[in-house]
């Protein structure tokens, strides 16, 4: 999973709704620790502006 920053808000409701904590703020951008994210989605679906996306090694078969 990527954050686009150039289109999130900011609003960090990934990070609310990550299982996983996964998701942590730098510099006031939210990143994904890779080792600790699941892909389970629950970010991708929450952010309002679709700027988490799946990259293609995530994609499980």
Known sequence: ???DPG???RCYG???VCPNLAIYVETLE???DEK???RCGD???T???GAI???SEDIKL
């Open 1 to 3: 999973m990527k954050i």
């Open 47 to 49: 952010c309002p502006t």
């Open 53 to 55: 996306v799946a990259v």
């Open 7 to 9: 289109i999130c808000l």
């Open 30 to 32: 939210p990143k994904i």
């Open 43 to 45: 970010c991708q679906t």
């Open 36 to 38: 600790t994210c699941t």
């Open 14 to 16: 990934c990070l609310a």
